[in-house]
T-cell receptor, first 111, second 112 residues
Framework: GEDVEQSLFLSVREGDSSVINCTYT??????LYWYKQEPGAGLQLLTY?????DMKQDQRLTVLLNKKDKHLSLRIADTQTGDSAIYFC???????????FGAGTRLFVKA | DADVTQTPRNRITKTGKRIMLECSQT?????MYWYRQDPGLGLRLIYY???????NKGEISDGYSVSRQAQAKFSLSLESAIPNQTALYFC???????????FGPGTRLTVL
């Protein structure tokens, strides 16, 4: 079945870049997402990329997609303490009824 | 006002008790979902609904039931709560354009 995997923890220093990686198994995925969960809150969409794109940039965020290797990454430039959260990778198909989420990567930002 | 609301936000109950978690949305989305979040396991789908008459089991539906009372309301019930149902529960809606999901703030449930 479909699966999304990501490492559970990442620790970086404030001002450094963070790179969170994810692999997925469903080659028919149309949309790939990064959601952010702050303490005590639900998930909120951070950014997404269509499967026919290789890269998407949005201010400090860069998403890279390697469709051949089924690998997705999220780079956060100039990481701030406010970026400390859990980041979920997810995938979905056009017309599909559900989104498959990874287990989430907890990002710790040290001042 | 929040687009997806959940009540209660926190609940402590005892083994064997029946409990209902409620979800309301103002997004106007037909699709609604209930997820359970456990540390290290991410989100697991319990039930989902495409409209009032269309309700489907997710990957971990045993021990849970749902009711879709209206397009805007989707409730989750634990008929006889057990300790391993202690978790964070999220309700979500889904738009049909980019399949983006909109989450409620979550209900932290503890079963003693």
């Amino acid at each position: 079945g479909e699966d999304v995997e990501q490492s559970l923890f990442l620790s970086v220093r404030e001002g450094d870049s963070s790179v969170i990686n994810c692999t997925y198994t469903d080659s028919s995925s149309t949309y790939l997402y990064w959601y952010k969960q702050e303490p005590g809150a639900g998930l909120q969409l951070l950014t997404y990329i269509f499967s026919n794109m290789d890269m998407k940039q949005d201010q400090r965020l860069t998403v890279l997609l390697n469709k051949k290797d089924k690998h997705l990454s999220l780079r956060i430039a100039d990481t701030q303490t406010g970026d400390s959260a859990i980041y979920f990778c997810a995938e979905a198909n056009t017309g599909g009824f559900k989104t498959i989420f990874g287990a989430g990567t907890r990002l710790f930002v040290k001042a | 006002d929040a687009d997806v609301t959940q009540t209660p936000r926190n609940r402590i109950t005892k083994t064997g008790k029946r409990i209902m978690l409620e979800c309301s949305q103002t997004k106007g989305h037909d699709r609604m979902y209930w997820y359970r979040q456990d540390p290290g396991l991410g989100l697991r789908l319990i039930y989902y609904s495409f409209d009032v008459k269309d309700i489907n089991k997710g990957e971990i539906s045993d021990g849970y039931s749902v009711s879709r009372q209206a397009q805007a309301k989707f409730s989750l019930s634990l008929e006889s709560a057990i300790p391993n149902q202690t978790a964070l529960y999220f309700c979500a809606t889904r738009d049909s354009t980019y399949n983006e999901q909109f989450f409620g703030p979550g209900t932290r449930l503890t079963v003693l």
